[in-house]
């Protein structure tokens, strides 16, 4: 049977905003691993709390926006915790790569180093994507500075034949919500370093100690 990798991928800062990082996240998954029980546990446990099956999102869950309005503090809070523990679980890694937006203020300049980051990426573990058959994408083409990184590194170092490029959505694919959460605590990593989290992070995560140990310590464990 034919190997097939699934590469996730979502960003954080958008590029005409005021963010002061950019993050790009990426989420691999051999599709011969089932994550189907995973998931199904996932949703069973967010039923026996009384919790709303939403399509994760960490910014808009973080701050009470779109579909969790209404739902209070605690209800989210376990909702994060709920979906951590889901992604601790799965049997995927991940790679982040992060930008000081001040120093790219030309897109092009960004693209250039996303994709001089991924094809190193690429190529510093070259016989594990070269042991796949196919290789599909999937992003939902937001900003086009990711796109072309995307179709200039991973189609180059691996060959446009076995890339595929999906579109995808938060409501479609959970593999896509967990690259929104790794992306959301790789941001509050460097945050907390900077000793710029605010209040929703400590009201989310605690203190710097609290989050390195409870959450940025097991989210790296996948780390690629």
Same mark, same amino acid.
């Given at each position: 049977m034919a190997k097939e990798l699934s590469i996730f991928v979502d960003e954080s800062g958008d590029r005409g905003g005021k963010a002061r990082y950019y993050l790009l996240t990426l989420v691999f998954h051999d599709q011969a691993d089932d994550i189907l029980s995973e998931v199904r546990s996932y949703e069973k446990r967010l039923a026996e709390n009384g919790l709303p099956d939403i399509a994760f999102h960490s910014e808009p869950l973080l701050n009470g926006h779109k579909g969790y309005e209404g739902l209070a503090v605690e209800q989210r809070k376990k909702m994060l915790v709920t979906f951590s523990a889901l992604v601790r679980r799965l049997p995927v890694r991940y790679a982040v790569f992060s930008y000081r937006r001040s120093e790219f203020e030309d897109?092009? =300049? /960004?693209?250039? %180093?996303? =994709? %001089?980051?991924?094809?190193? /990426?690429?190529?510093?573990?070259?016989?594990?994507?070269?042991?796949?058959?196919d290789v599909k994408v999937y992003y939902d083409n937001g900003q086009d500075i990711v796109k072309q990184a995307l179709d200039q590194s991973i189609g180059f170092v691996l060959s446009k034949g076995v890339v595929e490029r999906r579109k995808t959505s938060m409501v479609d694919y959970r593999l896509e919500q967990v690259a929104d959460y790794l992306c959301t605590i790789e941001l509050a990593a460097?945050?907390?370093?900077? =000793?710029?989290?605010?209040?929703?992070?400590?009201?989310?995560?605690?203190?710097?100690? &609290?989050?390195?140990? &409870?959450?940025? =310590?097991?989210? %790296? %464990?996948?780390?690629?």
């Open positions: 897109p092009e =300049k /960004l693209t250039a %180093r996303m =994709k %001089r980051d991924i094809s190193n /990426l690429l190529f510093d573990h070259l016989g594990f994507f070269q042991s796949f058959d460097i945050k907390y370093a900077a =000793k710029e989290a605010g209040e929703t992070y400590s009201k989310f995560f605690g203190g710097s100690v &609290n989050f390195k140990k &409870n959450w940025l =310590k097991q989210t %790296r %464990r996948i780390a690629i």
